[in-house]
């Protein structure tokens, strides 16, 4: 008998779920931790009146300063800036023209200086124009290349402990997680599974069309358009949300007012919600760029004083880096800081 | 101990995929049905070198005339057509406008010859400017009330029994079903989960962009715009799995020239993909207008002798309605024939 219930023990598809587990140790024993668990317990028990379907758990994430660093420049552009070199060998014309002249002088004050209509010629010729496998590739050359220049480390080390933690334990209760970022779809496609545990079919982003048609082989190739099917910023999160998933979240986690429109569009849902900002005041193991930092407004950046007087408003939790987080990094990072 | 080992047979997550029982008794033992039995055993068994991780296993299947009739007319045109009525009533204007004028006739041989340019108008007055919440809910009332005129039955009974085992029976073996189809994803989405376990983010469809807002008691909206985002037909299907799924499928399922690339994109994948065609040649249980029904080329509709040909030179299999299928429908709808 002994032997038997071992053996169910082992089977149970309870195991997962051990409640006696802190499921986040990389959060601070704060009022915000306890809502997060909170709200999992009241949505995934049976005999509660909150409990939720499996199929309708659905959270979505913002990913750049939510899931990873995005401060002082996105990744992606960092991509793009990287791709000038190549891509001015290949068409040397380049060289004298606007934004790639600017971008092979390396003056990192003048590249932050160009209009947004260079920067949008910069994105088409370096995101555009090649066939997915060859886009795919690129990334996947840089990602393994590249190092964010504070840490010394792969920019996809650099996620949030804390935040992958939260992933992982929506997914043990049955949740759905999904990225629904600004960034490039295609591009955050590329690593989300490995990083995140996201497949990439999970992955709402910036996106364009493709063409389908066929190399010199006679093989199926789709090949990236320069033409923007959703910006997947503000208004566009919660249409990409409706694009890409047709529900609803019962969870949204953002940091900047780019994720204004998801949060309420997920708060105000019928039944149980959590809508979560995360805030970075941390200068000291991260950075602090939120709003009560003693900045002006104008260095503020994404995550103004308005948002954060609306989620007080409406009921979304401010999450402090500073206060909520016991790391902010798997601990290898920590120890190149 | 016989307590024991009856309690983990019961636990057992092995049983699903218990090998004794026919996975799919609605077809007839065919070279066929064979086929796509020994596809999926190659696929999910770890000890073959055929063998594919579950979270690669993604089997794509159009809807109308694969999943369910569409003969001789889509569902969703008659859904279209049904609206007139109410959007009449709402403006009176349109009674003398066409294309309503000569639907509100009633007349379907002079509605059949409606230009495309008029039905277009049709679509767009019918299927947009309204909320996501109202059209779903639109086409639910729709749906529990209309019915096949020759079934006598809710156009969600008409699916094809074959393929639901299908479905089940790849889920059962780790793969994710979805439906891409050249008709509204927004529509499909209504009934997919209800009709065929699969849930609105596993939908594929021809879409249009939407537009987040606010209803006059400041509650979120997203209203359906007259906008193609993607044409889910022909190179649109190809297009509208990368943009929805990422990843190329390992099986597809089609039955007309709009899946055409969709199998050909599933086909030349690398290692192990299943193309499948289903040809309708049934004129007793359903309906025969593929090739070699005896028709003349136009009306033969959009299973032609050249997507035969080529199914037959790129090995997809052809699958016989006629001959591969015990059954067409569930029985209670068999006995409406």
Redesign the interface.
């Known amino acids: ?1 002994a ?3 071992g ?2 023990a082992t ?2 598809p309870l195991r997962a779920q051990d409640s006696s587990a802190d499921p986040l140790p990389s959060w601070n024993d704060s009022t915000n931790k306890q809502a997060i668990v909170d709200f999992v317990k009241a949505t995934t028990d049976l005999n509660k009146s909150t409990f939720v379907p499996a ?1 309708q758990r659905i959270a979505t994430f913002d990913q750049d300063g939510t899931l990873w660093v995005e401060h002082p420049i996105y990744s992606q552009i960092i991509y793009c800036l990287d791709r000038v070199p190549a891509l001015v060998a290949a068409k040397p014309e380049l060289k004298k023209v606007e934004p790639f002249k600017t971008v092979l002088t390396g003056d990192r004050e003048a590249i932050a200086k160009l209009p947004m209509k260079e920067l949008e010629k910069l994105l088409a010729a370096t995101l555009t124009g090649m066939t ?1 496998d060859q886009f795919t590739a690129e990334v996947k050359k840089w990602l393994a290349d590249a190092k964010d220049p504070r840490w010394k480390h792969p920019y996809t080390d650099l996620t949030y402990q804390p935040m992958q933690e939260v992933l992982k334990y929506l997914r043990a209760n049955g949740y ?1 997680t999904y990225i629904v970022t600004g960034g490039g ?2 591009f955050v ?1 590329v690593y989300a ?1 490995g990083t995140y545990g996201i ?3 999970q ?1 709402v982003g910036t ?1 364009g ?5 066929h190399d010199k082989n006679g ?2 190739t ?1 090949t990236k358009q320069p033409k923007l ?2 910006n997947d910023n503000n ?2 999160k ?2 990409g949300i ?6 609803r979240p019962l969870i949204a986690f953002g940091n900047s007012i780019g994720d204004e ?1 998801m949060l ?2 997920t708060k ?1 849902g019928d039944g149980p919600r959590l809508a979560l900002l995360l805030l970075h005041d941390d200068a000291v193991r991260e950075y602090a760029y939120g709003p009560a930092q003693g900045l002006p407004d104008s260095k503020i950046g994404t995550f103004t004083q308005k948002l954060y007087d609306e989620a007080k408003a409406d009921g979304w939790l401010v999450v402090s880096m500073k206060n909520d987080w016991k790391r902010i990094f798997a601990d290898d990072v920590v120890s190149g800081q």
Do not use: F, N
């Open positions: 008998m032997l038997s219930l053996l169910l089977l149970s199929e997915i759905k779809q295609d496609r599974e497949p990439p079919e992955v996106v069309g493709t063409t389908y048609g093989k199926p789709l099917l959703l208004a566009g919660p249409e409706h694009l890409m998933i047709g529900r429109q309420e569009y105000t």
